[in-house]
């Protein structure tokens, strides 16, 4: 194994010895650097947020009118039909489901902290990476 990396070695610096290094042509930095000039420059896109404020006005403006809605139409609601068909369903469905109060308090509280956790990790990466 031994004779034959030396063989190896031997064969490269024979190889090595008999080739000379090759040098660019005089004008080699210029031809790169013009190309390089050409290359279009790459355009920082504007933040533009997923969801417009036009979206979000009409997604708030829904909401109010649903609650709206449902806090003056009181006792109406019960008038639409599909509610009929699947309150007692839907009534007999969950009526075997009991919650601990930890878990109560769980899922009302963890929304909460996820939307006030949303907004900091917000205004930390803006923070961040201002432009």
Known sequence: MKENDKNIENLIDRMMAETTLESPSIDFTSKIMSQVSVVEKSKIKAYSPLISKS???FIGICLITLTIYSVYAGNNISSFKIVDLYSDKASSLFSSIHFSRNIL?????????????????KNYF????QL
């Open 55 to 57: 979206t979000w006005i």
């Open 126 to 129: 803006d923070k961040k990476y």
């Open 105 to 121: 308090y769980a899922i009302l509280i963890v929304p909460f902290m996820i939307l006030i956790q949303i907004g900091l990790l």
